[in-house]
């Protein structure tokens, strides 16, 4: 079997997957990781500003209540201002009084070591101290980003000092920013980990697409007899038995085409043969040979045209339209089944069951098939026997049949005598025949939705029947006037 083995094979479904599970994973972890930092960070800026509003609020009041002592110092205020306080690892106090840096806490963050920042906070006491309320905000300098409250202070309506509270916002985000490193490392083992089971579990999972590609690649159409190996429940594993029965299919169909054409092949060849070798032997100048032999060649061509005609109607059978249901008459079906068989045989000719009713069936189908069956029933049975044919309504099932006291059918034949090109033991001495008319009742039979079995005994006789769905059946009240029974020899008596 030819194979693309030079074209490059594209990314594979296992990548792809593994690649989307990959995808979401990474950006869900990104995400998730990325609002979580965002929402801490805004919280750690919350309680800075929290602390910032208290430490603000509680000197602000101490402020206005030792400004309004007789003799109140504007240096004593800021400097008992700073000894309540107790300034945490990040947090740093300046006190500035006349718009000069006066007082430096000497624990907690060294504010008066970053020049840049002192020069910033100096120029912002002029509008404090004219406002006469305090400000928050924050500032980044080379050495840090800080965030402060600047509180003036104000004795006799004159501001003549101000109380600064700095935190270093990069030192109280960096418990956060350590989290999320950590945060960040764990979910690039997992992702890694993931990535490798992920892997691992994708192969096993499309194992069973692997080896429908694999047994695909080996299939050629002389072997299709490979089958994949399915264990699970899973929609791929229904997947896998799907092609497993596909390529049942698909064999079953190919052995029959190779049967069909070497049946078909020695069914036309055997008369070419016959006429060939007449003509080769024929003596032209004998009249009596020469009409013996256009008489054979003429057998023999209606031989050919009638196994080519039914070729092509078991071809037309696996068309859609190869029947064509309509409401027809059951009764008047098998009357005319029966004065059709007549002249086929001199037999006892019967009706078993006559069903007075109406179905939706192919009539013209129905008629074909059961005269290949009475046709069928003539080759193998003796003359003067019984030939009967019958319809009834079994439950939901429409049944036709024909019955014979022929002789028989072996059980190992039973099943393969509606193949094509099937004949039972002793038939070629009976009649000419291709051993396509049971392959015809069979395809118009399943053509119906029903199938058609025998039941059958050597040196018994057989009975056919057709198992058909009953469609839109409407069964006639009124008893027929009719005998259900005849027969030529009464009718000639």
Known sequence: MATTGGNPRGTTVRARILVLVLALTGLTLLVAGGTAFVLQRDRVDDVVDASLHRTAE???????????????????????????????????????????????????????????????????????????????????????EYRYALIP???????????????????????????????????????????????????????????????????SETDLSRRI????????SDLARTFNAMLARLEDAFSSQRRLLDDAGHELRTPITIVRGHLELMDPADPADTAATKALALSELDRMHRLADDLVMLARSEQPDFVQPAPASLGLLIDNVLDQARPLGERRWRVDERLEAEASVDAQRLTQAMLQLVANAVKFSDDGSTVAIGCALDGDRLHLWVRDEGVGIAPEQRERIFDRFARAPGEAGRREGAGLGLAIVAAIAEAHGGTVRVDSHPGAGSLFLLDLPAVDVEVDPRPSEEPVASTDEAARA
């Open 58 to 144: 509680e000197f602000s009041a101490f402020a206005d209540d030792a400004a309004r002592t007789a003799g109140a110092d504007a240096r004593e205020i800021i400097y008992d201002g700073m000894v309540r306080e107790v300034p945490g690892p990040g947090e740093g106090m300046v006190g500035f009084v006349d718009g000069r840096l006066e007082y430096t806490m000497p624990s907690g963050l060294p504010l008066a070591d970053d020049a840049e920042l002192v020069t910033h906070l100096t120029d912002q006491l002029e509008a404090a101290s004219g406002s006469g309320s305090g400000r928050i905000a924050s500032v980044t300098t080379a050495a840090a």
């Open 153 to 219: 202070v104000t004795v006799d309506d004159v501001g003549v000092g101000a109380l600064v509270v700095a935190f270093d916002r990069a030192a109280e985000q960096a418990s956060v920013t350590d989290t999320f490193r950590t945060y960040a490392l764990v979910s690039a083992v997992s992702f890694a980990v993931l990535a490798v089971v992920g892997w691992l579990l994708s192969g096993r999972l499309l194992r069973p697409v692997r080896q429908l590609r694999e047994t695909a690649e080996t299939i």
């Open 229 to 236: 190996d399915v264990t699970g429940t899973d929609d791929l």
